[in-house]
């Protein structure tokens, strides 16, 4: 016979005047139905908004220790309610081998249907990090544009070599050197050794 299934039950709630009691029912009822051998975590007055909480960063630790099979919630909003940093957490939780349930939105990627969750929340992850990608490139293509250089100059006119030259015998850094003429530390480096 396998062993039992090593599931962390999360629960949370965002004031200090509600309970966490009808949430921790549901997942232990549901986690002896299933013979699951369980641990609680939960967090009572902390935002789903806040990507840092005990209990949820008490959870993640657990699940990056190896110490549990699945991590199972009510309802997915109780993992977190920023996007991004739900995507963050479900994809460690996939990096880890970590298997995801949350009951009400039948989401269990033990199943074929919960892995098809999990490839729309990457395929949604990478169309994220394209669309980030394409603004960016569009705005340097418009700077450039608009005559602006971009980045800092890899080469020091002679009066800014000598200025850094002079920095440099004084005692300066290459660092404050850089800062001071607003270049690479590679750049002044090279200046100074020139």
Do not use: C, N
Not at 70 to 81: M, P, Q
Request: proline share 2%.
């Amino acid at each position: 016979m396998s062993a039992p299934l090593r599931v962390a039950i999360y629960a949370r709630v965002s004031t200090t005047d509600q309970t966490l009691d009808p949430q921790l029912d549901v997942l232990r009822r549901h986690a002896h139905a299933r013979g699951w051998e369980h641990s609680e975590f939960t967090d009572h007055g902390h935002s789903g908004k806040k990507s840092s909480r005990p209990g949820l960063d008490a959870l993640l630790t657990a699940a990056r220790r190896r110490e549990v099979d699945a991590i199972a919630v009510v309802k997915l909003d109780r993992l977190g309610r920023s996007l991004v940093h739900l995507l963050a957490i479900l994809g460690e939780l996939e990096d880890l081998g970590v298997s995801f349930i949350s009951l009400d939105d039948g989401i269990d990627t033990q199943t074929a249907t919960g892995r098809l969750f999990m490839q729309i929340r990457g395929a949604f992850a990478e169309y994220e990090a394209a669309l980030i990608k394409e603004r960016t490139l569009a705005g340097l293509d418009a700077a450039r544009k608009r005559g602006k250089k971009l980045g800092r100059p890899r080469v020091m006119d002679t009066e800014k070599v000598a200025r850094a030259r002079r920095l440099k015998a004084s005692g300066r850094s290459v660092r404050y050197i850089a800062e001071m003429l607003d270049v690479s530390r590679a750049t002044a480096h090279r200046a100074v050794q020139g």
